[in-house]
Each structure stands twice: as structure tokens, then as C-alpha cells.
């Protein structure tokens, strides 16, 4: 099984620093995003130090397993324990009387034909599937908005409340997070892609499913997406990580 990984980030112009981080690791085969609250170096710091955290849980013994050894349910198992031990340190690093620092999540672990992923806040995990030139958004942003329209209320109603897009879930500002990981199956030629906010609050999925399909080189590709999102007004921090199944 061959993997191809590239990754870009740019902190854009109207930023003082990149709180985004972003973990390639091809010998456990795990790749992420995270994106710090805030604008400080703090904000970055904090990003670093949860992606830190869960590839802890994916060090040796797992890494040093034949990629056919692996598990996708003990990945998941993983994958919960890794989030759960980033929000911890993160947590209890918090002074009581400050204001939290927390990050986005954004993960998959690579099981040769299964995806093993989660997420917390909104940065998210596309998969483009090769074999239908369709691309399926993996993940859903932990919004105000959205947890409203899970409860039922209509999408226009939910989308005009004052605080729609504040972040119902991320690591480090609340004791208890439950990372609720997934599998999926993937096949040669689908690409993964990993990403913050500042990529897709600018381009949708067709705009990202269009720069995938015209792009052979997956730098070329992450560059393109972080770069076509800034120049479509993008004010944030902008993260690709893009993971492909050469067949």
C-alpha cells in the first residue's frame, strides 16, 4: 500500500500568528489539523501541544505494526484515548481565573482500506472517492447553529441566531470531551483531506473538489487550496493536509 501526504499553511495577512498546526505521521499512518482559538502565539501552542498529545497513542507498538496488522476498532480505540488525553492536559494547564485556550481537532488513522477519524470544533475531513469523482464531507462542525438543527430547529432559524457559529465542542474548555470516532472504507485513488476553517468559511466542496481533480501533484493541490482560499477574502489561518491512496 502507497500513501502520498502533502501538507500548507499559511497564517494569512490579516493575522499576527498562525495558530494552526497540522501531524504527519506515515509511520503510524495518522494525519491532523488543529486549530487554536484566538490570536496569539499562545492560540498555536495550544494546537501543537493537543496534536502532541494524541500521537502519543499512536507510537510504538502501533507504529511499528505491518500496515495489514492494524485495526481499525483498535484505531478508534486510539483515536478516543489520544483526544480525551489532549483535553485533560489542556484542561487542567487552564488557570481558573483566565479565559480557556482550547483547539480544533480534526484526525484520520489510515487501516489500509479503512479510515479510522474523529473531530471536535470545525475544522474538518473530506473524502474525495475516485472512483465516483464525488467528494463526501466526513465530519460536522460542533456549531451553536448546528446542534439546534439537530434538535430540529429550521435551518434559517438556526442560522440567524446571534451566536451561530460559536463552537459547542473542542479540546481543552471542558472537562469532559467524547471524541466519537468512525470508520469508513477508502480505496486506491481517494483523497483525504484534513483542514481548518480557513479554507472552507471561503471555498465549498465543489470548489474543493474541482482544485483535487485539476491538480495531480498533492503539493501543488494543498498549496492551491490554502492559496485560492486567500485570495477569496480568507482573513484567517489557513491548513490543508492531503492524503491519497496512489493505486
Known sequence: ??????????????RKTNA??????????????????????????????????VRELFLAPWAILPP??????????????GVMQANGRLFAEGRPEER??????????????????????DSRLYLYRAGTSQMVKLTEDDTAMNDAIWRGVPHDVAAAQPK????TRAI???RALDPRPTITRWAPGDVLLACTD???????????TRTIVECDALEVTAQRLVER???????????????????
Do not use: Y
Request: aromatic share 4%.
Open 1 to 14: 500500500m502507497q500513501i502520498e501526504v502533502a501538507a500548507a499553511t499559511d497564517a494569512s495577512r490579516h
Open 20 to 53: 494552526d498546526a497540522f501531524l504527519i505521521d506515515q509511520a503510524a499512518s495518522l494525519f491532523a489539523v488543529s486549530d487554536g482559538m484566538g490570536d496569539t502565539p499562545r492560540s498555536g501552542a495550544v494546537a501543537k501541544m493537543a496534536l502532541a498529545a
Open 68 to 81: 495489514g496488522d492494524r485495526c481499525a476498532a483498535e484505531a478508534a480505540e486510539r483515536l478516543v484515548l
Open 100 to 121: 480557556r485556550i482550547g483547539t480544533t481537532f480534526a484526525g484520520a488513522v489510515v487501516c489500509r482500506d479503512h479510515l479510522c477519524f474523529g473531530s471536535a470544533g
Open 164 to 167: 451561530a457559529h460559536a463552537l
Open 172 to 174: 481543552g474548555i471542558r
Open 198 to 208: 480557513g479554507i472552507t468559511d471561503w471555498l465549498d466542496g465543489a470548489a474543493i
Open 229 to 247: 482560499a486567500l485570495m477569496a477574502g480568507g482573513r484567517d489561518n489557513a491548513t490543508a493536509v492531503l492524503v491519497r491512496w496512489v493505486a
